[in-house]
Each structure stands twice: as structure tokens, then as C-alpha cells.
């Protein structure tokens, strides 16, 4: 994005202060994300600007539609039990004409959140009991949106973990294989025949009606939840895009194969990647704590699955962008997305191995 643009852009927003500096921010795989500085008297008043990813998000509208909703309800539980609504929930800076996020021409869109302060965004936990604060936070956003009305929400990325579709698309893109990368995929995708009844275990549950639908987050990655940075305690839960109607499980499951993978998601060297079963365990007893009693039986004793689940999910996704070219994750060479995906696989493959323990 040029910095004219840039510019543009941020002068339709009712900020504070005059800006200081703005640059690209954060590690999200899907949106453009910038740290805005303003100066304002002798200090500063910081933002986040984000341009939403539009080849993702089809329907923009209704996206911002879920945030405001979901936002105004954080703030309304947040203040109802005597939390901070400035702090604990994203805020939306609103535009000089009143709208909460600003469209160039129906094909832009932009918003801006205040930043949030004194905190810390981590890629890997440094010691369990930070994956256990983050568990506990995406618990409590569990809880707090309970009380809010599930079909208000707009599904804005239709069957976003229905996992057998992600395996329909994976094998289309292997068929298709429009940049003649399947046959690099052999494996993987064999690998992936062979575990097929354990990647329909938990929609099948579903559909058999053996777990409820919840409002839950989707993207329950470790880096996007923020951290007090003095206290270390959990602070605010992020990337709201896809709050949709959605399953307990694969929130659990998510957060377990990004956070408690001993290695990073794109880790090469796959001799590093496994289960830390140290962590796997805080952030079940955080998750567990932070649902407070809401999750039934049938809902903890699949969440394992869960794990399991998101994991091979992940890893399908991944490698259907690097069959399709790398037209949906931002990446940052050639290989990115399948290397991404070979370590999902790793990672999957020490889950089967440790599968008692997790269970
Ligand atoms: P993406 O959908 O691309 O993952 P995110 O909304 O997660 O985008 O934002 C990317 C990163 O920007 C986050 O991981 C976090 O580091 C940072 N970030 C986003 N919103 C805020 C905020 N309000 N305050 C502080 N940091 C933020
Ligand atoms: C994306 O936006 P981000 O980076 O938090 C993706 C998730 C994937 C994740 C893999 C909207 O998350 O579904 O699990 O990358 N978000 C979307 O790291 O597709
Ligand atoms: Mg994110």
C-alpha cells in the first residue's frame, strides 16, 4: 500500500493527535495490518489499521457488521462483571462520518482499533503458564458470548472448519493442479488417505447432534490473544473476523496445533516438531477453567479430537494454497505454505503417537 494511500485512508478516522510514524505490524497471515503513531501533546496515542484481505473476506459488510456486534456485546459483558471495556475487547475508532470502518470505492475496506497498550503478542509460549492465561482467555470469550444470540452473526466465510469440505478442496486442487506442484505432494496427500475417517470424526459428531453449536472465535491462534505485559495475565482477545456459529472443540483444537507444537508453524526441520504435552495440558486446564462448567461431557472428551482435527485441517488448507499457488495465505517464499503444511503433519503424526495421553 503507497504511503499517499496510507495517508488517505487515515484521514477519515477520528484519531487523536497529529501522526508520528506508521509501518507494517504483527505476523497475521491474512490482513494488511499497520501500528499507527500519533503525537499528541508530549506523548502518544497508538492504532492499529488494518485493510481487510478481500480475496478472503467476500462479504466485507457483513464482516464489520459481526465485529461491531461482537464488540458491543464483549463491552457490555466486560463492564456487566466489572472488567475494563476499553482494554479487554477490541475498540473500534470510528470515521469522521460516523461509520465504523471506512470503503474506498466498494472495493476497499479499511478500519482502525485502538492499540492495545502495555501488552505482549507471543508467537510461542516461553513457559506454560502463558499458554494457560491465553487458554483461559479464549475460555471467558466463550463464556461472554453465552448471552448473545448466535444467529445474528453472518457466516462470513461459509464452512470455515467443516473439515471434509477442506478435504474436497485438497483433493480438487490435487486433480486441478494448475501449477503442476502434486506430484512434489505425494505423500502428504497419501498420508492424508489414510487418516480420512479421523478428519470427518468431529463433523460427523456434529451432524449427529452429539455436540451444541456455540459463538465461538475460529482463529484461537496463541497471536491473537494480548498479554498484560507486566502481569503476564491474559488481556484481550483479537482478530474477531471469524466469530461465527461454530463448535468448542476446534477452538480448543486450534490454539493446541499452533501453541502446543514445540516448534514454530513453519518449522523445517521436522526432527523439532511435536506435542509438548506440558502445554497441551495448561491450556486444557486453562480452556476447561475460562469455559467455567459450560462444556458438556461429550464436549471434553473430544477434545483431543479437536486437536487432532484442526491439525490435519490446517494442514490440508495450507497445502491446497500451495497447490492453488498461494493465492490465500500471505507467505513469505515459494515453499512457505507446503512447508507449513509438512509441519501439520509432523505434528499430526505425534498426536496418533501420543494419542492415550492426550485422551
Ligand atoms: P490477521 O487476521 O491478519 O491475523 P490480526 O487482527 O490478528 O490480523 O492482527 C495481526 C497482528 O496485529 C496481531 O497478531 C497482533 O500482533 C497485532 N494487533 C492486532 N490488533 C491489535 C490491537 N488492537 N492492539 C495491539 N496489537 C494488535
Ligand atoms: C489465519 O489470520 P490469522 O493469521 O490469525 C487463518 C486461520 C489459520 C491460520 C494459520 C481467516 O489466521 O484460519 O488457522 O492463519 N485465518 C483465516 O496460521 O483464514
Ligand atoms: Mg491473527
Redo the contacts with the bound molecule.
Keep these: 500500500m503507497s504511503d499517499q494511500k496510507i495517508f488517505e485512508v487515515l484521514k477519515q478516522f477520528r484519531t487523536e493527535g497529529v501522526l508520528k510514524e506508521v509501518r507494517p505490524?504483527?505476523?497475521?497471515?491474512?490482513?494488511?495490518?499497520f501500528?499507527v503513531v500519533n503525537t499528541v501533546g508530549d506523548g502518544v496515542h497508538?492504532?492499529?489499521l488494518?485493510k481487510i484481505?478481500r480475496n478472503v473476506f467476500r462479504n466485507p459488510d457483513q464482516l464489520m457488521e459481526n465485529i461491531i456486534c461482537v464488540t458491543d456485546h464483549m463491552k457490555y459483558e466486560i463492564e456487566k462483571n466489572g472488567g475494563d471495556p476499553e482494554r479487554e475487547t477490541?475498540?473500534l475508532i470510528s470515521c469522521r462520518d460516523g461509520k465504523r470502518y471506512y470503503v474506498i470505492e466498494e472495493r476497499e475496506y479499511y478500519r482502525m482499533?485502538?492499540?492495545?497498550?502495555d501488552?505482549i503478542?507471543l508467537e510461542q509460549a516461553e513457559k506454560p503458564e502463558q499458554f494457560y492465561e491465553s487458554a483461559l482467555a479464549f475460555g471467558k470469550f466463550q463464556g461472554r458470548m453465552t448471552s448473545f444470540d448466535a444467529g445474528k452473526l453472518h457466516e462470513v466465510i461459509p464452512n470455515f472448519h467443516h473439515t471434509p469440505m477442506r478435504y474436497d478442496a485438497l483433493q480438487r486442487a490435487a486433480e486441478l493442479d494448475a501449477l503442476q506442484r502434486a506430484s512434489e505432494v505425494r505423500e502428504e496427500l497419501s498420508f492424508i488417505e489414510s487418516v480420512k475417517d479421523r478428519i470427518f470424526y468431529c463433523q460427523r459428531q456434529l451432524e449427529g447432534g452429539r455436540i451444541p453449536i456455540r459463538v465461538t472465535h475460529n482463529?484461537t491462534?496463541l497471536?491473537?490473544v494480548?498479554m498484560d505485559a507486566v502481569t503476564g495475565k491474559s488481556k484481550?482477545v483479537?482478530?474477531?473476523?471469524t466469530v461465527m456459529p461454530g463448535i468448542s472443540v476446534f477452538d480448543f483444537g486450534d490454539s493446541i496445533r499452533f501453541g502446543a507444537n514445540a516448534a514454530p508453524e513453519d518449522e523445517t526441520d521436522l526432527s523439532k516438531v511435536y506435542l509438548d504435552t506440558t502445554l497441551y495440558e495448561a491450556y486444557r486446564e486453562g480452556y476447561l477453567e475460562g469455559c467455567a462448567g459450560r462444556l458438556t461431557v461429550r464436549e471434553v472428551e473430544l477434545l483431543p479430537h479437536g486437536a487432532l482435527t484442526m491439525t490435519f485441517e490446517c494442514g490440508m488448507r495450507f497445502l491446497t494454497d500451495y497447490l492453488e499457488g498461494d493465492v490465500y495465505f500471505?507467505t513469505n517464499h515459494a515453499a512457505h505454505n507446503l512447508e507449513r503444511a509438512r509441519c501439520q503433519f509432523a505434528l499430526a503424526k505425534d498426536m496418533l503417537l501420543k494419542w492415550d495421553q492426550m485422551r
Design positions: 505490524y504483527g505476523n497475521g497471515h491474512i490482513n494488511q495490518t501500528l497508538r492504532y492499529i488494518q484481505n477490541l475498540t482499533y485502538e492499540f492495545v497498550e501488552s503478542c482463529d491462534k497471536n491473537n494480548l484481550c483479537i482478530d474477531l473476523d500471505k
